[in-house]
């Protein structure tokens, strides 16, 4: 992890595989780009073996791009389709075992903080509804009561999308699927006031049909994360496959969702608004100065 860790040797430049060469010479390790550069740089993540149309592909896409420092960051996922896509990007990937997530990212940053003390060493845990909110529910809920500085994300996709469809603690209710044949009984979980509660100092609910506003999201969990204490995201990603959405509908079935009942939302502790406050004078200040 680090520059020095991704850049090639002076001298080996010409057997290195070329993707890496332009990863290196044209991607996002020790540069910023703006969301709206997408595809003029070259990219963590540009092939994954998820189902035609996943919304949760394109989710992964965009918060992949979105990372305020690549070189320094470590993502953890776990059994469910995100992680299909996770491991294909050129990031350091940790597959925790189902439900460990955040019990992992926690002994993880920690270590990191030892080993690194004078760096920003990101951790950040994207998984679905079941390894969050269902199966892993303590371990999500526990490092949040810690208050572990690393960054939560759910792709919720409203279903065990990656086991044949079976209704989890997130698919809304009265929802029929195909191994919840008589309608889920009980009401989605409000996770969003549950990471407020258990004290997150920055919590969000998105669905990622506008990529501007999604990458801004993800990058202030992540530095919210950073200096405060733990931060969390809750992303509508639609599975077309069990829902049976089809893909040229996937982004309109969003947009009817963010206006229904995935309005975007966003909370931060008081400590966490001062400091993205002062975050955003010196970027206007400098644009100036430029």
């Known amino acids: 992890m680090g520059l020095e860790y991704v850049r090639i040797t002076t001298g080996f430049e010409d057997y290195m595989p070329k993707d890496y060469v332009d990863?290196?010479?044209?991607?996002?390790?020790?540069?910023?780009?703006d969301i709206q550069d997408l595809g003029t740089f070259k990219e963590l993540v540009e092939e994954h073996p998820m189902c035609a149309g996943c919304f949760m592909a394109y989710f992964i896409?965009?918060?992949?791009?979105s990372l305020p420092n690549p070189e320094d960051?470590?993502?953890?996922?776990?059994?469910?389709?995100?992680?299909?896509?996770?491991?294909?990007?050129?990031?350091?990937?940790?597959?925790g075992n189902y439900g460990d997530t955040n019990a992992v990212a926690s002994g993880l940053k920690r270590a990191l903080e030892i080993r690194f003390p004078d760096k920003n060493k990101d951790v950040i845990v994207v998984a679905g509804d079941g390894g969050l909110m269902d199966i892993g529910f303590g371990m999500t809920m526990h490092s949040?009561?810690?208050?572990?500085?690393?960054?939560?994300?759910?792709?919720?996709?409203?279903?065990?999308?990656?086991?044949?469809?079976?209704?989890?603690?997130m698919s809304p209710k009265g929802v029929q699927?195909?191994?919840?044949?008589?309608?889920?009984?009980?009401?989605?979980?409000?996770?969003?006031e549950l990471a407020k509660a258990a004290g997150c100092v920055y919590v969000a609910r998105i669905a990622p049909t506008n990529p501007k506003r999604l990458a801004k999201t993800i990058k202030r969990a992540i530095l919210a994360a950073r200096h405060f204490?733990?931060?969390?995201?809750?992303?509508?990603?639609?599975?077309?496959?069990?829902y049976s959405i089809p893909?040229?509908?996937?982004?309109?079935?969003a947009r009817n969702r963010e206006k229904?009942?995935?309005?975007?939302y966003e909370w931060m502790s008081d400590e966490v608004k001062g400091f993205f406050e002062q975050v955003e004078t010196k970027k206007k200040e400098a644009q100036e100065v430029k």
């Open 61 to 65: 896409r965009v918060f992949y791009a």
């Open 177 to 192: 699927l195909k191994m919840a044949p008589k309608g889920k009984k009980f009401d989605k979980i409000n996770a969003v």
């Open 247 to 253: 893909t040229e509908k996937v982004l309109e079935d």
């Open 73 to 95: 960051s470590i993502v953890i996922g776990t059994a469910g389709c995100a992680r299909l896509q996770l491991s294909q990007a050129a990031v350091p990937f940790i597959y």
């Open 144 to 169: 949040w009561f810690r208050r572990e500085r690393f960054t939560t994300i759910m792709v919720d996709n409203e279903v065990y999308g990656n086991t044949g469809g079976q209704e989890s603690g």
């Open 229 to 242: 204490g733990p931060t969390f995201i809750h992303a509508y990603t639609s599975c077309n496959i069990e």
């Open 23 to 33: 990863l290196v010479k044209y991607g996002q390790f020790g540069k910023e780009y």
């Open 260 to 264: 229904n009942d995935f309005a975007f």
